[in-house]
Every structure is written in C-alpha cells, then in structure tokens.
C-alpha cells in the first residue's frame, strides 16, 4: 500500500468523520451516522481491476413488477387481473403475449427488447423482493431503499454513499467520483464524497465570455472555499468537474456494436452514463431516476389496453437498458460495469376498479453486468398469488429483501467488504447473483 | 479536508495576477454576518431584499413591519396586476375558457401561468405572501401536467386567498379544488373501489403528518368516507351521491353510522365533512404544519420550543397562519437562527429584485423563466410527487454551476423588449468602488463581508474598467456564496 493510498483513505477516513449527516426527516435534530463504530471501519483498498462502475436505477412510483416480469406459471395472477394480466406467452395467435423467460416468468412484450442480455446470461432478474418494511408511503419507502434501511427516521445518507465513503477512489486524482443524472443530489449518494447532482453533463460548463471564464472560475472556487459545507465541497468539486467533463466528446459519443439509445430523457442519460464510463476519468458511481410508474388507473401494461401508458414506458426502459448492454456491458471498457434497478414497492395482486393496480409489496429488481450470474428469475421462493398466500389478502409477500442482492454485488463487484456500514443491522446473505 | 483540496485548486488556476483574489476567511454560517433582527427579517419575508424593503423595515420597526407584510390585502398592487392582465390574459380567464382554450394552446396556458407566478414573486408588495404562497404551492403540491389549466384555478382561488389565512379555510378549499381531485385520483375513487391516494396524501403530507398516529385502516375508512367526492365534467369540484359508500366507517377512534339510501348528498358529503373537521382539530396536525412553516421560515431544523409555540397559536386561534408566522418570526427566533439556502426559484427571484429590475425592464419574463427552469431545475408546478419540492442544502447546493451561469444571464440581460438591466443603477458614482458599494447595498443590504468586497474590487479593476466588466462583476456577485443564504 503507497503513501498515496493511505493519505487518500485517510481522506475519505476523516471527511466520513466529520460530514454533518444532515437528516431529511427533520424535527429529529442532526445526527452523525456511526461515531461510536467509526474506528473500525477498515477503508476497501482493493485494486480497481476487480472493481466495476456500479450504474443505480430508481423506478420511482413503485413499478408492477408483475407486469414487467409476468407470473404466468400462477394461475390466480389471471384470476386476479382480468384485464392487465400478461398474456401467456403460449398463446395462440399473433396478438400481444408474454415472452417466456423460464417455464413461469415472461417478460410483457414491452420488457422483450431485454431478452438478448438475458439469454446473454447478463440480466438477472429477481421476483418477490423488495423491502421487509410494509410502508405504502411512496416517499417513506423510497426513502427506506435510497438510505438502506428500513424504518430509521433519522439516517440520511444513502447505501451508495456510504460505500464510496468507506472504500478509495478507484482514481486518486479523480475529482468526480459519483454523480446523479438529476437536478438535485439523490438520496441514494447521499454522504458520497466528490459526488454532484448533473443532468447534463454535456454542458456542465463556465458560462458568458471564453476570455474570462478562467478567471471568473478561480474567483468563484476561492469565494466558494470560505463556504460552509455541503456548500463549499460542492462547489470545489463542481469547477475540477469542468475540465474533467469537457475533455468528453458527449455529443460526438459513438457507441459500439449497433447500439441506439432512445432520444428520451432516460434514453439519453443512459447514453452520457455509457460516455462517461467509457472516457475512463474516474467516475464509479452514476444513480439515474426513471418515474411515472404509480399507476393507479387506465395502466396500459401491454397493445390494446387502454393507451398502452406503462407498455411504452416498459419499452422506452427496456430500449434504453439494452442499448446500454450492447452499448457498455459488451462493449469496451476499462472496468467492468453492473447496473442495478430497484423500485420502492411492487402492487396489488389483484387490479382495481379503474384498470390500474395500487400500491403492493413484492417486486422485480435486476442486476446486469459481465460479472452477474444471469440468464434466470431468482425467487427466494415465490409465495403464490392465491389468496391465502398474499399479504394483507392483497399483496406478494417479500421473501427476498433486496439488500441482500446488493450486498453481494457490494462486496463482490465493488470490492467493499464493511457491508455492516453500508447496510447497518442488516445480516446480508449472498444468493450467487455474481461470478467470478 | 479543505486545505488539501484548497492546495489540489491552487495548482489548476492559471498563474496569480492581478485577478487573483484574496482567499476568504474560515467558513461560518452565513448568518453570523447579518446584523440587526430588521435585516434579517426582511430576508427572511421578502423574495429578496431591496434597499427600499431595508428602508420601510426600519422606519416601522421590527413588529409594524412585519404586521404590515401579514396584511397582504393592505397592499396596493393594481399596476401589477393590470399588466399581468394585459400581457397573460389566460390567467383571468374563467373555468369555462379556460377548457375551451386548452385543447388548442396548452403549451401557452401552462407558460401565462409560470410567467405570472415569476411577475407576483417578484413585484408583488405583498412579498411575505409570495414566500407562504410558495410555501403552501409545496405543501398542497399539485403536478401541473397531470391536470392540465384546473392548477392555474387552483392557484388563483385557492392557495393564494388562503395562504395568509386561517388553515382550516385553505384546508377546506384544496379538499374541494378540482385539480387536488384530479390530480390524487380522488375523482376516479368508486363505491366499489376507493382509490386511498387522497386519503393517505391528506393526513401524511396535508396534516397530521406520516408520524401522525394514523393507520393503514385509516387510510382506507377515509377512503371509504370520501368516496363521491370528485370532479365534475368540467373539472370543478362535484360530488356524487352515487359513488358514495353509505355503510357504517369507523375513522380515527369515530364511528359514523351507516346511512339510508334517502340520506341526503349533504348527509352523505357530511361525512368527508365532518372527517377533514377532525384532521383540523387533530393536535398532530397543529404540531406537524407547525414544523413546517418554522422549516420554511425559520431554519431547517427549528427548535421544538418554536414548533410547539406555534402549535399553540394554532390551537389558540383556530389555526390563524398569520398568528402561526408571527409567533415563529420573533425576534429572539430570528436572531437565534442559522441561514438557510435559497432553492433556485427564490435565488432567480432576489436576483430580479436586487438587480433593480420592474415591470418596465422586464417586458417578457418567459426566456429568463425558461432559461432558470431549464437550468437550475425548479421549475413551478413541475414536481410529480405530492410531497413538493425538497428545501434542503443538500438537494440543492450540487447545482451551483447552474446557478453561476444564471447568474451570468441576468448580469448580461440587455434586451429592452424582453429584459433588460439598466447597469447605470450600480455605476452610481461610475467608479469600481461606486458598483463594489451598490452592490454591497443592493445585493447584501448593506451587510457585505469585507474579504467579498475587496474580490469584487480586485476583478472589477483586474481589466479596463467597461460596462462588460461591471456586467461580470455583478454577474460574481450574483453566484457568490453570500448571496445564496437569506
């Protein structure tokens, strides 16, 4: 271990220390995360080949994983869902139907443009998990899944966060390490060092005159230096930003092997996320939200149903994801990449009355990467769609807390072994979900 | 951590020139700045001081003033309000015109809609209005692309008659607006199927909050007692009868009674009635819109002395939002509170306002409305979740290069059909310390750090002395970090 490595990690070491855990709660005074277990943190030093760019997806509104990935194999998922229910992907004829990815799950014919990392085995994808909170509060589960636990009021930062305050930067020189494609830093970064909130990171650039802008940029990082923090770090990290994303070429990025990104917003953010990646600078850490999927009335999941909403966003999703696969995973970078993809609650088993369904319990999450053990729909087994099995008499239960998938890819494809920092009072155990 | 990544900057900037400026002094909160409670309190009131509000704060005095701002309707602002007329007449039209519009222009309805927003915040006399407006906008959240031109409705008859009014009566009107309906899906909740997202959304986030002492089964018996309550054809608020479910309901600890099929709509309306009279009275209620607006108007995080006060007031006075502002606002209160961070929409606000700009100067709002939407990602109306948008540092202060450039748009603004600034207001005398000391009065009310000023001075000097370098230097001060707290 150099100087270098230990100066950086005792960086992070005393920034972790220090950093004012602001709460979102509120009310409930300013807490600092972990003061009394601090000292034993051991900072992951492992070297960056065995580390991938780790690429976090949030489907806010609670997505109907039941209709991206379709229970067909279960009988009551018909009975309970007249109108929304996936067709079977047996079904005769050419209308609309599932496309199977084992003799029970099938993708909706919106999800199919994944079926090639699939049976790539790059894809996992996971059913019945999700949070062992029962919360239906779109923001409090959220919240529970962006800071990694459950039913704590006062933790604010976010899993994500604590991992990359608690191993190296995969670059010592690096002045960005984490960033959200959003307007505001999510709360899954949340207590990252060097990490911003970007939308676009194609024009994170000084403004007004060339002539001046150097000058007018020193300016502003000194005045911003005499700043109290959040404040001030941000702003530091804001102007080393600048150089770093503008030696990208992001809108002359060229993909690699055919793949096309949707010209959507979530489309597109994929697409800087594949650039960035690809411009090697340092960056491990990038969290992009995808929303609009609370849909409680006229859901659309598939052709033919009402307007088709979620069937398009399934497909935008799907389009995005895949050229993202072609585009990274099987392209050429210089680490390895995983995505995953979580959402803050699944839905009913049953529809309502307005074609839609209400907020549920157990979802689909997914992994993809080189390195994730795909090509199936892990189940820590499926506890059934009849009624007696569900619920509250509405729900799929939760028999996989989905931390324990990202605990795994944690340790294993980030090389960050104080899972209990970055999961706290949570016993992870590992279902094989990667290779090695 | 600073001084290793203040050496790591050193090493970028370009060699140290006259332009180099003076490091600033070790980091404090903001507020250790301000001086008297009158400054602060205009601050802490207005969508960004001027010297003029400095000025009538002092001569009121503390308590006159801000009774004054407390009476909105004491204010004169026809001028204003003839010209937002006359140039976004949509935003008078009634319910009727404005469904008949909205098909054809909705693009321009939703745009009359935020430019008037911008022009009320910004010119408005009754600026402790604006900020409570802004405050309940959040509050009783409502997502402009969901529903369409009933928000512009909304907006107009019910967050900004109530907003300095009694809680209960802005309660009562967004329960009964047609956009709240639409857009919580309360007008597809059936006899047969009631939807719960009303009846979670108005105890979690409208009242008693989500530690409230509500339950699930609570969720859904208010579900259950609101159903009927909906929209009409034309988006106003209606209710049905036939949707009603008339069996027995029992709602926080109350049973209500099943009732006859010849019970009456107001019997069966009576209901919903009768459950929001109990959210109003529940104390969680007073505790949890308490903490709120002392979020708002005091400091993130407000001492639980403050809170309860407030609570108090409310209990007190029926739920007086005023009474509640004027208890939270003290003096001692005010001195005792640290800074808090402007979210993008006041940042562009206060730099209108200190800019010196009016109605004359700022013809057409919409390209600089767009450009802060855009850029700094707060655009009104435009958040899809019914919890508003976040009032946090941390949310907020990753996006200060946005805030720079904007800030570099309103120094640069020179387009007398659309905005204009008119610089010779700041080169008064037309000397570098003349701009340097309007600055100071007119960004900072006269309360502008010594190491501020003197990097202001070093780069206004640090090249011919010109209107474009008064632009940029304003354009500095503008994305300086003092001018970000208030």
Known sequence: ?436 | MAAATMGRAAEAQPPRGRSAPVPAARAQDPARQWGDPVSRLVRRVTMGMTPDDLAAARRLGYAAYLDQQLQPGGFNDSALEAEIATRLPMTTWSLAQLRAQQATDQNELYSQLLDASWYRAAFSKAQLRERMVEFWTDHFTIYLQRVGYLKLVDDREVIRPYALGKFPDLLRATAHSGAMMRYLDQNISTLRSPNQNYAREIMELHTMGSEGGYTQTDVAELSRILTGWGTAADGSFFFNRNNHDRAEKRFLGRTFPAMAATATDAQMKGEGDAAIEMLLAHPSTAQYVSWKMARWLLAYDPPAAVVSASAAAYARTGGDIREMVRTILSSANLMAAPAKYKRPFHLAISSIRALGLDLASVPNIRALRQQSDRTMGMQLFNWEQPNGYPDSVEWWSGLVITRWNFGQSMASLATPTTARLDTMRFRTPDTPEGVVAQVGARLFGGEMPTTLRTNLLTYLRGAAYSDTRVRETLSLALGAQEFQWY
């Not at chain 1, 018909?78 to 079904?91: E, F, Q, S």
């Not at chain 1, 650039?205 to 002539?211: F, K, M, Q, V």
């Not at chain 1, 088993?349 to 209400?358: F, L, S």
């Not at chain 1, 990467?369 to 008499?393: D, H, Q, S, Y």
């Open chain 1, 1 to 436: 271990m150099s100087e270098n490595e230990t100066e950086a990690g005792c960086q992070e070491y005393h920034s972790l220390a220090r950093r004012d855990f602001l709460t979102v709660a509120g009310g409930v005074g300013v807490s600092a995360l972990m003061p009394a277990w601090l000292p034993k943190v051991v900072l992951a030093q492992s070297a960056s080949s065995t580390r991938d760019v780790i690429v976090s997806v949030f489907l806010s509104g609670g997505v109907d994983g039941m209709s991206l990935v379709a229970p067909f194999g279960d009988p009551d998922y018909y009975t309970g869902r007249p109108t929304l229910a996936i067709p079977r992907p047996d079904n005769a004829g050419t209308g609309p139907k599932g496309v199977a990815l084992d003799n029970f799950f099938a993708f909706s014919p919106g999800m199919a443009p994944l079926l090639g990392a699939y049976t790539a085995g790059d894809l996992l994808v996971a059913h019945a998990t999700g949070s062992i909170d029962t919360s239906r509060s779109h923001f409090d589960a959220q919240r529970f899944m962006e800071v990694g636990k459950p039913r704590d009021p006062r933790i604010a930062s976010g899993w994500l966060g604590r991992h990359l305050a608690t191993s190296t930067p995969m670059r010592n020189d690096t002045p960005l390490r984490a960033l959200g494609l959003t307007a505001g830093l999510p709360q899954t970064l949340s207590g990252a060092p060097k990490s911003l909130p970007i939308p676009n990171p194609a024009a994170f650039t000084i403004g007004g005159s060339a002539a001046t802008a150097a000058a007018r940029s020193a300016w502003m990082e000194a005045n911003y230096a005499g700043a109290v923090d959040p404040v001030a770090s941000n702003a530091l990290d804001s102007t080393n930003t600048i150089a770093l994303l503008q030696r990208i070429n992001f809108a002359g990025y060229r993909t690699q092997n055919g793949a096309v990104y949707p010209n959507t917003g979530f489309g597109q953010a994929l697409r800087s996320t594949a650039a960035l990646i690809k411009a090697d600078v340092g960056v491990e850490a990038i969290h992009a939200f995808n929303g609009g999927w609370d849909t409680h009335a006229q859901q659309g999941p598939f052709p033919g149903v009402d307007a088709s909403y979620m069937h398009n966003k399934m497909l935008e999703l799907s389009q995005s994801l895949a050229a993202f696969h072609a585009d990274v995973i099987q392209g050429t970078t210089a680490t390895g990449v995983t995505v995953v993809m979580v959402s803050e609650f699944g839905r009913n088993a049953r529809e309502n009355g307005n074609r839609g369904t209400d907020h549920g319990r157990g979802n689909v999450a997914f992994a993809m990467g080189r390195k994730i053990a795909g090509g199936r729909v892990l189940t820590n087994t499926w506890p059934g769609l009849a009624r007696e099995n569900l619920e509250a008499g509405q729900d799929l239960r939760v028999t996989l807390d989905h931390r324990h998938l990202l605990a795994e890819i944690v340790q294993n494809r980030l090389g960050n072994r104080n899972l209990s920092v970055v999961f706290p009072d949570f016993t992870p155990r590992f279902f094989n979900i990667t290779k090695s």
